[in-house]
């Protein structure tokens, strides 16, 4: 990449990150073992401790503090669905369960984390993770990846919906001074509930105002942000408590998460997104996950060759710089071809040549001012690594 970067194939002011699952190299047959185990380890547990709490009774007869099974820790309804066993593979047990669609079954996948240059589609950043770890929360390590590896600060970085996270993104990149151009994730509408965008957040005195102007105060702190409660007293009264309070509760409750303000401005801002920004979430599409397809299609990264996290990490590691040699190249044959050092039949491969063509529009402009240096950083790189 330093070579790309060196040969000025790389702006660092517009950043396109998305992530791509790659599928695990593993067999079905393999699924499952893992939940398959422990069927039989926690049987043989509990006939371990029932002849102890039932001495003295009949057997099978069940005891006060015998556990029973599926039991809720707290008595009574329990307060959520109990969750379904994951399921892990045995031959590649990091990998996780993971689906790009929700139309779409779960596969024991990994996920490739990529950022991507607008200039010249250079790959200037990659990290792999399990397949259900969030992109959202990976964007500060991508950003700070970025910035490093160009020396530059983003100026303007595209991403989809899923990274549309108040307190990891808006926040962090709003201190940072980069524009995001990320889509707010559009706002749960429930026909039966007031929604929340009807309650207006006062950040400077924490409080949230509700419909009938009461005042909402803080009353527990949670993960991701803060709950905030009406007073019972009021919404018992209230005209508006049927739409507003669920049946079983007495208040109503509103969760403020984190950097909820730049969450605010940010869907406000994506009403107001003139052409060019328009334009570069436009290219974000063709651009990152272009780049994510080509590797796909092009050098076998739909499906992962080794198994275990680090090799899968040096398989994503490879290709991106495969492809980023290949963009080198063909900056290279272009510059070459302008020189007059080509012959008839290497113009006319080129001309062939969709990925040489594209670099050629995107790149002429700078081929002009900087075709000097430009050359001479390629003819040295292509010297020592003997690429052409
Ligand atoms: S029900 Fe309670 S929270 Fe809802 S509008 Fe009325 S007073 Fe406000």
Redesign the pocket.
């Known amino acids: 990449m330093q070579d790309c970067i060196d040969a000025g194939l790389v702006s660092g002011e517009t950043v396109h990150v998305d992530a791509t699952l790659i599928r695990a190299d593993v067999s079905w047959k393999s699924m499952a073992a893992d939940h398959a185990d422990k069927v039989p380890a926690e049987n043989a547990e509990q006939a371990e401790n029932v002849p102890a709490q039932n001495a003295g009774q009949p057997a099978g007869t069940p005891t006060a503090d015998q556990p029973q099974p599926h039991a809720s820790a707290k008595p009574g309804r329990p307060r959520k669905k109990p969750k379904s066993p994951k399921k892990h593979s045995s031959t590649d047990p990091i990998a996780t369960m993971s689906t790009s669609q929700n139309n779409r079954h779960l596969e024991p996948a990994y996920k490739q984390h990529t950022a991507t240059d607008d200039k010249a589609r250079i790959i200037l950043g990659v990290a792999t993770t399990t397949g259900e770890a969030n992109e959202g929360q990976q964007l500060p390590r991508t950003v700070e990846r970025v910035e490093t590896a160009t020396g530059k600060k983003i100026g303007h970085l595209t991403g989809d919906s899923s990274y549309a996270r108040a307190a990891n993104y808006y926040q962090y990149l709003e201190a940072r001074g980069t524009e995001a151009i990320i889509p707010p994730q559009r706002v749960p509408r429930h026909a039966k509930k007031?929604p929340a965008r009807r309650?207006k957040y006062d950040p400077k005195h924490s409080i949230v105002r509700?419909?009938?102007?009461?005042v909402?105060q803080q009353s527990s702190r949670t993960e991701k942000g803060w709950l905030y409660r009406?007073?019972a007293c009021?919404?018992r009264q209230?005209?508006?408590?049927q739409r507003?309070?669920p049946r079983t509760a007495k208040?109503?409750t509103i969760h403020i998460v984190d950097g909820y303000e730049a969450l605010l401005r940010a869907r406000r801002e994506r009403y107001r997104w003139d052409d060019a920004t328009k334009d570069r979430y436009r290219r974000h599409r063709w651009i990152v996950e272009g780049v994510h397809g080509e590797a796909k299609t092009q050098h076998g990264l739909r499906r992962a060759v080794r198994r275990g996290l680090d090799n899968v990490a040096i398989q994503v590691y490879l290709t991106a710089t495969a492809m980023n040699l290949k963009r080198l190249a063909a900056f290279l044959l272009h510059l070459r071809a302008d020189d007059g050092a080509y012959d008839g039949k290497h113009d006319e491969q080129n001309d062939n040549d969709d990925e040489a063509a594209h670099v050629h529009l995107t790149i002429s402009p700078l081929a002009g001012r900087g075709k000097a240096t430009s050359v001479r950083y390629l003819r040295r790189f292509c010297n020592s690594t003997g690429a052409i």
């Not at 509700?210 to 009461?214: D, E, I, S, T």
Request: hydrophobic share 40%; net charge positive.
């Open positions: 007031l309650f509700c419909p009938a102007g009461k909402m009406a007073r009021d919404c209230c005209p508006l408590r507003c309070v208040a109503r």
